[in-house]
């Protein structure tokens, strides 16, 4: 069984940052397509960041140039470092992993729990 645990998430002042981890166990790390969604109170859930093994990321363009996701694959662990936070980054972020990165996109892999993140003005 696919377990997913978050970590990080808190609150912080716009422009500040925030590194999320989500450590990983029950599944084949190293080939799996790992992703970050976000979801906003009264929105839709998300896609904010994914990684693939070699590593291929991709980012939404709201967050292009301020976050950075990376995997340790030593440690089954995948990060997200949000760097210039703003209150629009305000969300309760997920972590994801699926065996690819198409999977990901369609919101049809496995989950955390979700850790909040608020970013105050």
């Known amino acids: 069984q696919v377990q997913l645990v978050e970590s990080g998430g808190g609150l912080v002042q716009a422009g500040g940052s925030l590194r999320l981890s989500c450590a990983a166990s029950g599944i084949i790390f190293r080939i799996s397509a790992m992703g970050w969604y976000r979801q906003a109170p009264g929105k839709q859930r998300e896609l904010v960041a994914t990684i693939t093994d070699p590593e291929s990321t991709h980012y939404t363009d709201s967050v292009k140039g301020r976050f950075t996701i990376s995997r340790d694959n030593a440690k089954a662990t995948v990060y997200l470092q949000m760097n210039s936070l703003k209150p629009e980054d305000t969300a309760v972020y997920y972590c994801?992993?699926?065996?690819?990165?198409?999977?990901?996109?369609?919101?049809?892999?496995?989950w955390g729990q979700g850790t909040q993140v608020i970013v105050s003005s």
């Open positions: 994801t992993a699926a065996l690819s990165e198409r999977l990901i996109d369609k919101g049809f892999g496995s």
